[in-house]
């Protein structure tokens, strides 16, 4: 199952509403999770089953969508937030990730 | 707390072979799937290998199948990757990454790999 992300980048300010789309090239029904990556950091996961925020995730991420199209929002970025994010689909083998949408400062 | 911790990372000329060791605190192998994940220097990730808490099934990403093995040590609550025939493409960090129903719901902190002459 091949993932694709949109946008590759987005530049944003404190404060912002941003929202990144992922795209299955098959139906995966709600089986997506979302990932946030820091530079030299390992990835974290922040929400799975397409929408279930992970414990001790911040309530400003959230996620929506089920067969091929998902989304990420994060409501209100904090500095915190900067980093980049990867959809992966958990639906089949072999488990594949979107290529990443990296959000940085305006 | 759970707690993942790879080592075994290095340099190694291509065609050598390496072995990962990912220890695992905090839960039990025989209770969760692992898999292994890397990423390529500035470059996204790749899901490579994943074994069932029952020990089987076992899974491979093609760009693996057959030179990479995945294995653990129940009483040393281990997970490892032995890499074989090992490319200049395979190098990466690699993570070990608890396995919660599909997602990677823990993930150590990284081994880096680099294939050179």
């Known amino acids: 199952i091949h993932m694709t992300q949109s946008p590759s980048s987005v530049s944003a300010s404190v404060g912002d509403r941003v929202t990144i789309t992922c795209r299955a090239s098959?139906?995966?029904?709600?089986?997506l999770a979302w990932y946030q990556q820091k530079p030299g950091k390992a990835p974290k996961l922040l929400i799975y089953?397409?929408?279930t925020l992970q414990r001790g995730v911040p309530s400003r991420f959230s996620g929506s969508g089920s067969g091929t199209d998902f989304t990420l929002t994060i409501s209100s970025l904090q500095p915190e937030d900067f980093a980049t994010y990867y959809c992966?689909?958990?639906?089949?083998?072999?488990?594949?990730f979107g290529p990443g949408t990296k959000v940085d400062i305006k | 707390d759970v707690q993942l911790v790879e080592s075994g990372g290095g340099l190694v000329p291509p065609g050598g072979s390496l072995r990962l060791s990912c220890a695992a605190s905090?839960?039990?192998?025989?209770?969760?799937?692992m898999n292994w994940v890397r990423q390529a220097p500035g470059k996204g990730l790749e899901w490579i290998s994943y074994?069932?808490?029952?020990?089987?099934?076992?899974n491979y990403a093609d760009s693996v199948m057959g030179r990479f093995t995945i294995s653990r040590d129940d009483a040393k609550n281990s997970l490892y990757l032995q890499m074989d025939s090992l490319r200049v493409e395979d190098t990466a960090v690699y993570y070990c990454?608890?396995?919660?129903?599909?997602?990677?719901?823990?993930w150590g902190q990284g081994s880096l790999v680099i294939v050179s002459s």
């Open positions: 089953a397409a929408s």
């Open positions: 992966q689909q958990a639906e089949s083998f072999p488990r594949t």
């Open positions: 990454a608890r396995d919660g129903g599909g997602r990677f719901d823990s």
């Open positions: 905090g839960f039990s192998l025989t209770s969760y799937s």
């Open positions: 098959q139906d995966i029904n709600i089986w």
């Open positions: 074994m069932s808490h029952t020990n089987s099934p076992i």
